[in-house]
């Protein structure tokens, strides 16, 4: 199995699956002859190129475009389909501008900071602006693109680059150490059910060629979240020699973890949600009509939808 990853915390639960062999371990409890590989790249784009060229088995990816993966390829096996979650990230909106505390606060100057344009953190302010402004697209144009580690220097040294970032951990907790941040929306009071931050997909091909490859790498997630819910400081350990850091401390990624922990997991959360939003705005002309068309059948009793 070819796993293809990326940078970040949320990629926790592939680096202890890689160091402790827990893909492997699963896979031999199913009676399964299974090797796992890591390969490293860089964004969403070649992921993606990578699963459709067939260098790399499994991909992750954020709810909108698996769900843009899923409707490209229906009807071919070239389809994409969730085979394990991995986690739900909280992400935060925040703000060094005293007299920002909710969204409709934000003025016409204000600049907010994500990773990139096609986030889960752009779909979310879009969800939110939906309701506050009844105009999705209200704050689009007010959106930057900018790696996580420079919003937060800029959002921190106010240099007015942006006033808003809207984080994810270990970033918006960096932020917070600083008294002029703060927090004004998170994804739990725009989604309360919760949505999955990065899910693995793979081709339907793959998983009908391997009928248990979803069921061994969804166990196997699953054991590395509790590793991360039982055993933080040994989770963060894993973290930093997978990515050392020159700002991010061992105590702080374990307290980070500690508060997160329960985050990880193969469960699927927030496409019916997702799907529905993409739906009524034209980015998916035919939507699922549940959750369960887009996964694996190893993942329809530890999912919610």
């Known amino acids: 199995m070819r796993i293809g990853i990326g940078f970040g915390l949320a990629f926790l639960p592939l680096y202890i699956c890689e160091d ?5 371990k699963q896979a031999r409890a199913l009676h399964l002859d299974m090797r796992a590989s890591y390969q490293r790249l860089l964004g969403a784009g070649p992921m993606q190129q990578a699963i459709a060229a067939g260098t790399i088995d499994v991909a992750p990816f954020g709810i909108a475009p698996l769900l843009a993966a899923w409707a490209k390829g229906k009807g071919t096996r070239q389809q994409i389909i969730a085979v394990s979650g991995l986690t739900t990230m909280p992400l935060t909106l925040l703000s060094n501008q005293p007299k920002v505390r909710s969204l409709g606060d934000l003025r016409a100057t204000d600049r907010i900071a994500m990773p990139s344009l096609s986030a ?5 302010l879009e969800m939110a602006s939906e309701s506050v402004f009844h105009r999705y697209d209200r704050l689009r144009g007010q959106v930057v693109a900018m790696a996580p580690a420079d919003a937060v220097n800029a959002l921190i040294g106010g240099n007015d680059t942006i006033t808003a970032d809207f984080a994810s951990p270990p970033f918006t907790e960096l932020a917070l150490r600083d008294g002029k941040v703060h927090a004004v929306v ?5 989604l309360q059910d919760g949505a999955s931050f990065l899910i693995l997909g793979a081709t ?3 998983v009908e060629a391997h009928a248990q490859l979803a069921g061994a790498l969804d166990r196997a997630i ?3 979240a509790a590793v991360i819910r039982k055993d933080p400081r040994r989770a963060a350990q894993i973290y930093l020699t997978h990515e050392p850091s020159a700002t991010l401390e061992l105590g702080m ?7 997160i922990g ?10 019916d949600a997702f799907a529905d939003f993409m739906g009524r705005h ?3 002309k035919n939507p699922p009509q549940s959750w369960k068309d887009i996964v694996a059948p190893a993942l329809l009793n530890s999912s919610s939808g």
């Open 253 to 259: 990624t374990e307290a980070v973890l500690k508060e």
């Open 262 to 271: 329960g985050e990880f997991g193969s469960a699927v959360h927030g496409v």
């Open 282 to 284: 034209v980015e998916l």
């Open 20 to 24: 402790l062999k827990l893909i492997e």
């Open 204 to 206: 339907r091909a793959a």
């Open 120 to 124: 889960p953190q752009m779909y979310l």
């Open 186 to 190: 998170a994804s739990s009071d725009i």
């Open 222 to 224: 699953d054991e590395a």
